[in-house]
């Protein structure tokens, strides 16, 4: 079975993406509150609160009443785009251009796992955040709690 794992630079970024997607439209969060509802590190959010405000994701506001909010509208965040840009997809060596497999020139593996990770980001861009923000009031719940442990 061959199975495609996000690095968990992806996973936090879209964990923070529906924290901060969860919230009304006029919160902010802050990002110690969402590493500790999700009790993961701090300083490795931070970087990824910070590429999120780089691509234009997450709009970020310093000072007493700062935080980070979405800075688009949930509907125009593809999931799939957003994977791409943040994975590196060289499940095998094939995929990469350091290909130094004696059976490259003539092995159908490649075409298959191609055909698996495009069938995988398929399904992704099928979706938006607004898509995995259905159950906002319910996830804005469990985020609250989640902080008060």
Do not use: W
């Amino acid at each position: 079975m061959i199975f495609i794992q996000l690095t968990n630079y992806t996973d936090y970024s879209l964990r923070t993406l529906l924290y901060v997607g969860s919230l009304s439209p006029d919160e902010r969060a802050q990002v110690k509150d969402i590493a500790g509802a999700y009790q993961i590190s701090l300083n490795h959010l931070q970087k990824i609160a910070y590429d999120l405000g780089k691509q234009g994701l997450l709009k970020t506001t310093r000072g007493k009443n700062g935080g980070v909010a979405l800075a688009v509208q949930p509907e125009s965040i593809n999931i799939g785009a957003l994977v791409r840009s943040l994975e590196d997809f060289g499940i095998v060596e094939c995929f990469t251009n350091k290909d130094n497999c004696l059976i490259s020139c003539s092995c159908k593996l490649k075409s298959v796992l191609h055909q698996a990770k495009s069938a995988f980001i398929s399904v992704l861009d099928q979706y938006t955040l607004a898509d995995l923000l259905e159950n906002k009031n319910e996830l804005y719940e469990l985020f609250k709690e989640g902080q008060t442990k």
